[in-house]
């Protein structure tokens, strides 16, 4: 065992004896907060978003300049509020056949890009580090950033990864709800039709330090637990989950447990908050797994029917609400504390996953609501600086680590690891 590994272990056991983490105790605050102290913040704090999917609508044709009446973001309540934006570059499973993984994650990356930078100059900055965030907030724009969602993007070859990062893409998921060829997925563990690596295989351990020597940051949302378990071990660098909440309070699978948490938060990583009701209420959670059968098989009968306006509109049904009474702010919150008083308040985040979802919690149903959640937090307990870490702080610090960590590794050759099935 090298002195590295040595001293990580050494720092998850600590944790798990609750020795080592820096909580911040927080008690209930007992005077009103005032509008004043709300303002501050969100006039202050850059708030960093890791995790929105509205590029699956600019790539169709929306532009984000307009009403997202269907959806959460859109410029208008993005505007003074927002201050640097991961933009999913989303590959659904679908495109794993006949190899169309890498095609649609480019038609992704180009609508960021086109779409949303070189369309709107005068709102948005094209960001890929810790810096030009900041820079973005002084000049009162939105950094716009990219985080690939789903490993099978990169086709099994790590001369892709090459490709995404010089492109502007900083986070990978290394994969979607789907096992891909390198490393399991929560989405499909417990289907025996599947084949499974027992986590990561020896090219996606390979995936993870190129990751590392390019500087691209290791996001762990979606990943099975031993896949989290293997890139914990193999990374050097800080890791993320970029839109994950707490399994203890909402047993979704796709919530990290509290060893997870503890292990993500020991090699200085940050878990950044899901705003989906399904990760944040159990009530919502368990409801909803009742009705799955029912709203799948009407999303099939829709799909199958010809095109047209009816056809259109029975697909707009099968994506609404199921009915179910949302999550509340309160359980966000309650998400929030959990996550600080186990990692700490430099290791959590903000993930809302934003037009990825189909309910939050109607109190924070868009950037705009989230003076809402500031004083929320303020009346928990948590200070400004608190809730500055938490609503971007954090994330920085993690961009400077990895980035750090990169420059380390500078004279490395690039890993020339060939995927083999």
């Known amino acids: 065992m090298t002195m590295a590994k040595a001293v990580f272990v050494l720092k998850r056991v600590m944790l798990v004896m609750g020795l080592v983490v820096s909580c911040t105790a927080v008690a209930q605050r007992t005077t009103p907060v005032?509008?004043?102290?709300?303002?501050?913040?969100?006039r202050d704090a850059i708030l960093i978003d890791t995790h929105n999917d509205?590029?699956?609508?600019?790539?169709?044709?929306?532009?984000?300049?307009?009403?997202n009446l269907k959806g959460m973001t859109d410029l208008?309540?993005?505007?003074?509020?927002?201050?640097?934006?991961?933009?999913?570059?989303?590959?659904?499973?679908?495109?794993?056949?006949?190899?169309?993984?890498?095609?649609?994650?480019?038609?992704?990356?180009?609508t960021v890009r086109t779409d949303v930078l070189e369309k709107h100059p005068s709102d948005f900055l094209f960001a890929t580090t810790a810096e030009d965030i900041e820079r973005a907030h002084r000049e009162h724009k939105i950094a716009a950033l990219m985080g690939i969602e789903g490993g099978h993007a990169i086709e099994d070859s790590l001369r892709l990864l090459r490709d995404y990062y010089a492109l502007g893409v900083r986070y990978m998921t290394l994969t979607h709800f789907?096992?891909?060829?390198?490393?399991?997925?929560q989405g499909d563990f417990e289907n025996?039709?599947?084949?499974?690596?027992?986590?990561?295989?020896?090219?996606?351990?390979?995936?993870?330090?190129?990751?590392?020597?390019?500087?691209?940051?290791?996001?762990?949302?979606?990943?099975?637990?031993?896949?989290?378990?293997?890139?914990?071990?193999?990374?050097?660098?800080?890791?993320?989950?970029?839109?994950?909440?707490?399994?203890?309070?909402?047993?979704?699978?796709?919530?990290?447990?509290?060893?997870?948490?503890?292990?993500?938060?020991?090699?200085?990583?940050?878990?950044n908050i899901n705003f989906g009701c399904d990760f944040l209420s159990q009530r919502?959670?368990?409801?909803?797994?009742?009705?799955?059968?029912?709203?799948?098989?009407?999303?099939?009968?829709?799909?199958?029917?010809p095109a047209g306006p009816d056809r259109d509109k029975a697909l707009a049904a099968a994506k609404a609400e199921?009915?179910?009474?949302p999550a509340t702010l309160e359980d966000l919150v309650a998400h929030i504390d959990h996550a600080v008083k186990l990692a700490g308040i430099d290791h959590v985040g903000i993930g809302t996953d934003f037009d990825g979802l189909s309910c939050v919690p109607k109190e924070v149903s868009s950037y705009n609501k989230f003076p809402v959640l500031t004083?929320?937090?303020?009346?928990?307990?948590?200070s400004a600086e608190d809730i500055k870490k938490i609503y971007g702080g954090n994330m920085l610090r993690v961009m400077r680590a990895v980035a750090k960590r990169a420059d380390e590794l500078k004279n490395e050759p690039p890993i020339e690891t060939a995927y083999k099935p």
């Not at 020896?202 to 031993?226: C, Q, T």
């Open 34 to 42: 005032t509008q004043a102290e709300v303002d501050a913040i969100t």
């Open 178 to 185: 789907n096992t891909n060829d390198w490393a399991d997925s």
């Open 375 to 382: 004083r929320a937090l303020l009346q928990k307990g948590y």
């Open 54 to 67: 509205v590029p699956s609508l600019t790539v169709d044709g929306y532009d984000i300049a307009t009403p």
């Open 284 to 305: 919502y959670y368990e409801e909803s797994k009742k009705r799955e059968a029912a709203v799948k098989a009407t999303r099939k009968a829709a799909e199958a029917m």
């Open 322 to 325: 199921p009915g179910i009474p």
């Open 76 to 110: 208008a309540r993005m505007r003074g509020y927002l201050g640097a934006e991961f933009f999913a570059v989303f590959v659904d499973a679908e495109y794993v056949k006949g190899n169309h993984s890498a095609n649609r994650a480019l038609q992704m990356i180009d």
């Open 192 to 271: 025996p039709k599947v084949k499974k690596h027992n986590g990561l295989t020896p090219f996606g351990k390979d995936v993870v330090r190129e990751m590392n020597r390019l500087g691209m940051m290791v996001d762990i949302s979606h990943v099975a637990d031993k896949t989290f378990y293997d890139a914990l071990e193999v990374s050097t660098a800080p890791m993320i989950a970029s839109h994950s909440s707490c399994r203890a309070l909402t047993g979704f699978t796709r919530n990290m447990t509290d060893d997870m948490i503890r292990g993500l938060a020991a090699k200085g990583g940050v878990i």
